[in-house]
């Protein structure tokens, strides 16, 4: 614009304006910028400090005298294989409770003793002392002092099967029915509180199959990785899985005789640090594979004993 067309005013601001400073990005954003990335540095470190690892942790007075025998004594669930006809029958430890029970020696650095038990002694033998600790599936109501084992992030949510015409198509329509589950599964208490099932519970997940199918149960609760597998065998073509949604609340449950504080804290460390290692999805994994082989030797002949 011509000089001669700017007010007079306008042309007195114009020197002002050359002399103020080139504006430069404000001090209050950086600050906050910086607050922001400690804060968030804290909740991680915060976040780590929960998840303590079990060797920083003493195992307490209640395993000395697992340290002075030498050995970690664990009972465990057993039974037998399907096996053939006349050969004789073994029971072997249950592979998930044995697995825990070797990862616990691990983490207190001693080797492990496992010692199957038959339901009515496992409580006994646990009293008495003549185990360390008791691995034997989900904890039965009133059971002794322990720590539940979390739940499976892949291989929590459980599944049941019916016959294809049968009227159950809801958790509603479950109250009063028979279910065939093993002994100690982790659904039997929603099932059980939640929809008022009645549940047959069986030694070991082949057992409770071999049951159903025999017809001593309306339905069949197992692991959804096993129920689909099964559902794609030629023998389970007349059966169908409902829609519904079960959720393990937890994997298991490790009973002591009491509780003692400081074994109480190490065990729940130790237990974390299986599950978030992701060694209890790998065992369950293991599990249904071995289920599946089990499963396939029934439908060849063998039983169960």
């Known amino acids: 614009m011509p000089d001669a067309l700017v007010p007079a005013w ?5 020197p002002l304006r050359e002399t103020l400073p080139a504006r430069r990005p404000g001090f209050w954003p950086g600050v906050a910028l910086l607050l922001l990335a400690v804060l968030l540095a804290g909740l991680a470190v915060a976040g780590r400090e929960e998840a303590v690892h079990p060797e920083r942790l003493s195992p307490g007075p209640y395993f000395e005298q697992a340290r002075a025998r030498g050995r970690l004594i664990v009972g465990v669930r057993a039974y037998p294989r399907p ?7 073994v029971a072997e430890p249950d592979p998930f409770d044995a697995a825990l029970a070797r ?14 038990l038959s339901p009515e002694r496992r409580e006994a033998a646990l009293r008495e002392g003549r185990v360390d600790l008791l691995v034997a599936g989900a904890a039965a109501s009133g059971a002794a002092a322990g720590k539940a084992i979390p739940a499976s992030k892949r291989q929590g949510e459980g599944a049941l099967v019916v016959l294809r015409g049968l009227d159950i198509h809801a958790g509603e329509d479950l109250r009063g029915r028979s279910l065939c589950l093993v002994e100690g599964s982790p659904y039997r208490r929603p099932l059980a509180e939640r929809h008022g099932a009645r549940l047959r519970e069986y030694p070991s997940a082949v057992h409770a199959i071999a049951a159903f199918m025999a017809g001593e149960c309306q339905a ?13 065998q030629p023998d389970w073509r007349f059966y169908r899985r409902l829609p519904f949604e079960l959720q393990a609340p937890a994997a298991g449950h490790v009973r ?3 509780a003692e504080p400081q074994a109480q804290a190490w065990l729940a460390a130790a237990l974390d640090d299986w599950q978030r290692r992701g060694a209890l999805d790998a065992v369950l994994a293991q599990r249904t594979g071995e289920l599946a082989f089990d499963v396939l030797k029934l439908e060849q002949g063998l039983i169960c004993h």
């Open 10 to 14: 306008l042309g007195e601001l114009r």
């Open 83 to 89: 096996a053939l006809p006349g050969l004789p029958v």
């Open 103 to 116: 990862a616990l020696g691990e983490y207190l650095g001693l080797p492990v003793e496992t010692l199957g």
């Open 220 to 232: 069949l609760v197992e692991a959804r990785s096993l129920v689909d597998w099964l559902l794609l």
């Open 256 to 258: 002591l005789a009491d």
